[in-house]
Each structure stands twice: as structure tokens, then as C-alpha cells.
């Protein structure tokens, strides 16, 4: 099997989905509208909290007592987050591949708490009867990474895919945003 290319870059979905959020509000005139009228001069900064959500970096909060919030869409502390709970939907539902983790108990069943080794920031919590669901959530994980990621077929596609991408790079012209 030919390795893929080296001159292609590794990419990120975060860095394209902070990318998106930003061509959405350019490019969408009533998005914008709409932004500005809810956020008013705040609305560069709104935009940055949901870009730096997307990335999880608690990095960027002053506010330690709202860390909880970026364990939701991309969290560092446990990897449980709805980024994982949609793409393992998605692609059970895609591949007909059955999940017995239920994201709509385990989010009933989250509280925001202090954290119990720093007491300062917040995070999201869950009771141990949770425990089996949580389990069920890796396990379609590794099935997913088994039988669909990680998959021979999938692997020797995704080398088809980038071969042709390379090899048509030098006929076609694309435009970024710096031209």
C-alpha cells in the first residue's frame, strides 16, 4: 500500500470549525445582523468564546468558575464531550452500527461541580450509576475505530482520496482568504 503524501497537511477539525465560524459571520449578512444586535460590541468577543469552546482551551477563560463550560463541546479533562456523543451518532447511524450509549441520560444525569483536586474551577460532573452507560460510550468507540476508522478499506480509500487530491493539485486554482 503507498503511504500517503508528505506534502499534505495534517489538519484539525477544530482549526476548520473555527475557520467556518468565521466565514458564516462574514459571509452571512443576517448571521452578522443578528450577532451584533444579541451581543451588540461584545460581539468580537462572543465569537472568540465560541471558537475557543470549540478548541476546549481553558487557557483563554479569566474565569475558573466557568471552566465547566468548555468541557462541553471539546473537553481536555475527560474526552466525554457532544463532539464525540454527535460523530459516534452520526456514523453508528451511517454504517448501521447499534450504540447502547444514551446521550440524552448521561446529559440528565451531568451537574456542574467545583472540581474535587481544584477547587476554583468548575466541571462537569456525573453520578457513578452512570458507570455501565459510560462504558457503553468507549465501547462504541473502539467498535467505531475497529470497524469503520481504523478499517483496512477505509484506510486504502483515505490513500485513494489523498493521491488524487495531490496529483490534481497542480490543475486546479483555489482561492483562500488571503487570496
Known amino acids: 500500500m503507498k503511504k500517503k503524501d508528505q506534502s499534505t497537511v495534517e489538519w484539525?477539525?477544530?482549526d476548520v470549525s473555527r475557520m467556518m465560524i468565521d466565514y458564516m459571520i462574514k459571509e452571512n449578512g443576517d448571521l452578522k445582523a443578528a450577532f451584533e444586535l444579541r451581543f451588540d460590541k461584545e460581539t468580537e468577543r462572543c465569537t472568540e468564546f465560541i471558537k475557543n469552546l470549540i478548541d476546549g482551551n481553558t487557557k483563554k477563560s479569566e474565569d475558573k468558575a466557568?471552566?465547566?463550560?468548555?468541557e462541553i463541546v471539546a473537553n481536555k479533562r475527560n474526552?466525554?464531550?457532544v463532539d464525540k456523543m454527535d460523530y459516534f451518532a452520526r456514523d453508528c447511524h451511517g454504517l448501521g452500527m447499534k450504540s447502547n450509549f444514551?446521550?440524552?441520560r448521561y446529559i440528565s444525569q451531568c451537574r456542574v461541580m467545583f472540581s474535587s483536586d481544584k477547587p476554583d474551577e468548575t466541571t462537569i460532573a456525573?453520578?457513578?450509576k452512570e458507570e455501565h452507560n459510560l462504558y457503553e460510550l468507549f465501547h462504541t468507540r473502539i467498535g467505531l475505530f475497529r470497524r469503520a476508522y481504523y478499517h483496512k478499506v477505509t484506510k486504502a480509500v483515505e490513500l485513494m482520496f489523498t493521491d488524487a487530491l495531490v496529483n490534481a493539485n497542480d490543475h486546479f486554482l483555489f482561492q483562500n482568504n488571503k487570496g
Not at 466557568?66 to 468548555?70: E, R
Request: proline fraction near 0%.
Open 12 to 14: 484539525k477539525h477544530e
Open 126 to 128: 456525573v453520578r457513578d
Open 102 to 104: 444514551d446521550h440524552l
Open 66 to 70: 466557568k471552566y465547566y463550560m468548555y
Open 79 to 81: 474526552e466525554i464531550d
